[in-house]
T-cell receptor, first 109, second 116 residues
């Protein structure tokens, strides 16, 4: 079975502070990991995926297979980063995503 | 990419009634997915709908409660039958996740259902 755990329901930081949204997963094979974001009044959309090894809107995430983690990081948070963030996993050979419960990020001025 | 629209965007229904949610995609897709997002909870996959075959339901979801239609490659419906307040949720249509979309999954705006 595959599982995604996001331990924090809410993360509140001040503008300019570093941000780390935690994500741990459970999967026996080689998963594909994603971060999805939902801004207020907008639909869920892909932020980044681990295979791309890219930085989107200043966010990065590294897949750590030893710790089975895929934490999302940004060195300096902006107010416009306030949103709901979901970590998601796709197992090899599958097309469906398993989502974590999400973390609400609030960035205050 | 794929642009997905859903109807209705929200509804308030009485216990015991049924609601059919429509999902329209701007391109032909092989698989369409239906998710449920309950308040404070994660997105939970209800079923996968392939055109021309029966939908595949996840554990805990049954066809009698959530019948799905997939008449063509751009359209699907999800019906929430014999509703109870516990069915109050946001229902999301989704497509993608395969090579045609570079493994990215796209989501509709959701249908917010409240059952009284």
């Amino acid at each position: 079975a595959q599982r995604v755990t996001q331990p924090e329901k809410l993360l509140s930081v001040f503008k300019g502070a570093p941000v780390e949204l935690k994500c741990n997963y459970s999967y026996s094979g080689s998963p594909e990991l994603f971060w999805y974001v939902q801004y207020s009044r907008q639909r869920l959309q892909l932020l980044l995926r681990h295979i791309s090894r890219e930085s989107i809107k200043g966010f990065t995430a590294d897949l750590n297979k030893g710790e089975t983690s895929f934490h999302l990081k940004k060195p300096f948070a902006q107010e416009e980063d306030s949103a709901m963030y979901y970590c998601a996993l796709r197992g090899s050979g599958y097309s469906t995503l398993t989502f974590g419960k999400g973390t609400m990020l609030l960035v205050s001025p | 990419s794929a642009v997905i629209s859903q109807k209705p965007s929200r509804d308030i229904c009485q216990r015991g009634t049924s609601l059919t949610i429509q999902c329209q995609v701007d391109s032909q897709v092989t698989m369409m997915f239906w998710y449920r997002q309950q308040p404070g909870q994660s997105l939970t996959l209800i079923a996968t709908a392939n055109q021309g075959s029966e939908a595949t339901y996840e554990s805990g979801f049954v066809i009698d409660k959530f019948p799905i239609s997939r008449p063509n490659l751009t359209f699907s419906t999800l019906t929430v039958s014999n509703m109870s307040p516990e069915d109050s949720s946001i229902y999301l249509c989704s497509v993608g996740g395969d090579r045609a979309f570079y493994n990215e999954q796209f989501f509709g705006p959701g249908t917010r259902l409240t059952v009284l």
